[in-house]
């Protein structure tokens, strides 16, 4: 079946811009993940949807990061007025939510910000 | 609050060696123990995970890895390594319990096979 699928799969914006990256998770997985990797911070968490409950949004870096998820399926990740440390690629996954199960990871968005 | 070290940051290795990628890492509460690699732009791949039960932990591709309770590490190994093991391998916690299922990972560990 289909992966875990992202787009775009490059995006290069200037500084203080608005970008929007989408995740399509497997079908039937209620979990989504969104992480960022970048040379200085390696991969960290951003923000965790499971099913209907509200968000865990415990690792967003600033208030210019924000994510919805719409009818439980696809999410975007906007980043508002684009800075040049948000340069890094953004890695979603998804799951069925239990705890410990296998998160599946699409390719990524390689994000630069000029 | 999770924390993970992995030991080395570059681990250079000639094909058929055998290899060693540490993990150390640090809870509060109990974890669950992840080991993912990712290949060369491409996007990270499960190699095993460590729930419960036997402390000895097979995956794909002939790696296996060890959960200690007493030192908090979860190395991972391979016996004969080959050049396509050339990658970047992840070490990650989550918490058992409590729905929190995002993953804290590691630094990251950049294993080299040479011919």
């Known amino acids: 079946g289909a992966g875990v699928s992202q787009s775009p799969s490059n995006k290069v914006t200037e500084k203080g811009k608005d970008v929007e990256l989408r995740c399509d998770p497997i079908s039937g997985h209620t979990a989504l993940y969104w992480y960022r990797q970048s040379l200085g911070q390696g991969l960290e968490f951003l923000i965790y949807?499971?099913?209907?409950?509200?968000?865990?949004k415990s690792g967003l870096p600033s208030d210019r990061f924000s994510a919805e998820r719409t009818g439980g399926s696809v999410s975007t990740l906007t980043i508002q007025r684009t800075q040049q440390e948000d340069s890094a690629v953004y890695l979603c996954?998804?799951?069925?939510?239990?705890?410990?199960?296998?998160?599946?990871f699409g390719p990524g968005t390689r994000l630069l910000v000029l | 609050a999770q924390s993970v070290t992995q030991l080395d940051s570059q681990v250079p290795v000639f094909e058929e060696a055998p290899v060693e990628l540490r993990c150390n890492y640090s809870?509060?509460?109990?974890?669950?123990l992840f080991w993912y690699v990712q290949y060369p732009n491409q996007g990270l791949q499960l190699l095993l995970k460590y729930l419960s039960g036997s402390t000895l932990v097979k995956g794909i591709n002939g790696f296996e890895a060890e959960f200690n309770k007493s030192q908090t590490s979860f190395h991972l190994r391979k016996p004969s390594v080959h050049i396509s093991d050339t990658a970047e391998y992840f070490c990650?916690?989550?918490?058992?319990?409590?729905?929190?299922?995002?993953?804290?990972f590691g630094a990251g560990t950049r294993l080299a096979v040479h011919p």
């Open positions: 949807f499971q099913g209907n409950s509200a968000p865990d």
């Open positions: 809870s509060s509460v109990s974890v669950y």
């Open positions: 990650a916690v989550s918490e058992a319990a409590g729905g929190y299922n995002k993953l804290i």
């Open positions: 996954a998804s799951s069925f939510g239990l705890p410990g199960e296998t998160q599946y």
